[in-house]
């Protein structure tokens, strides 16, 4: 197979699919897209505040050690487990910005491409590849090279 022939199936166009719906399923793609990165981000706010949990626990003992008994209680009693809103961990937060709004966000965008586009994700990106790739370089091939090589 030729690694330097034009986009697979699975990326091409479908009949009947203009441009202005490329361009606005692109838009929609790129919406999500931004949703991960913020998703990444709140999970990152998940992992470090559950990281700063710990170093507290840390931070109560050494206290302790040290002969500081009411700085440590204070530590321990008023930061070690607390909310970080009312009521929520930052692990409800993440559960909570995932039923509401990330879960619909892909469900939403997955059936508009079925509906608009047969499936077929990233056509604009694909389209791009296309244009801007140059022909007949080898770091700048259509597509995968055929598994085995």
Known sequence: MDSNREMDAAHQVPEGVDEATVNALGALSKALETTERARG???GFHQLTGTAD?????AVRLLREAGHEEQAARVERDL???NVIPGHWTFQIVE?????YYRPFAHIE???VDQLA???DHLLEARLKSARRTRG???HTATPPPPGR
Do not use: K, W
């Open 118 to 120: 047969a499936g077929r």
């Open 110 to 112: 997955g059936d508009i």
């Open 41 to 43: 981000h709140l999970y």
């Open 137 to 139: 370089h080898p770091d």
């Open 96 to 100: 909570a910005y995932n039923s509401t």
């Open 80 to 82: 070690v487990g607390r």
């Open 54 to 58: 710990f170093q507290l626990g840390e």
